[in-house]
């Protein structure tokens, strides 16, 4: 039901920054929550950035404040904003989608980010 596109990643040196997009259809965007996962290599994918239909922003600790997560419905499109970055942050990121209790299945392609030391 729910299309995802995401673009805007690449290499760039440890702390660097990147800004992250993606394009979202199929449904009514506005309804939904949004956030944003990533799968290193040999791990599982992990959700780092939330923004809740309450409004609220979650962050897993290891992004709290080098991360952002935002939303522009007008465009339906979802943003996360990286500075600091570090090696670790090495994954493909994904986005998603909430109805308040399940997050979308459908994964879009991802966007690779590489952060060198």
């Known amino acids: 039901q729910v299309q995802l596109v995401e673009s805007g990643g690449g290499l760039v040196q440890s702390g660097g920054c990147l800004r992250l997009?993606?394009?979202?259809?199929?449904?009514?965007?506005?309804?939904?929550?949004v956030g944003w996962f990533r799968q290193a290599p040999g791990k599982e994918r992990q959700l780092v950035a939330q923004?809740?239909?309450?409004?609220?922003?979650i962050y897993v600790d290891s992004v709290k404040g080098r991360f952002t997560i935002s939303r522009d419905n007008a465009k339906k499109m979802v943003y996360l904003q990286m500075s600091s970055l570090e090696p670790n942050d090495t994954a493909v990121y994904y986005c998603?989608?909430?109805?308040?209790?399940?997050?979308?299945?459908?994964w879009g392609q991802g966007t690779s980010v590489t952060v060198s030391s």
């Open positions: 998603a989608v909430e109805d308040g209790r399940n997050w979308s299945t459908n």
């Open positions: 923004l809740a239909s309450t409004g609220r922003t």
């Open positions: 997009s993606c394009s979202v259809s199929g449904i009514i965007f506005r309804n939904y929550g």
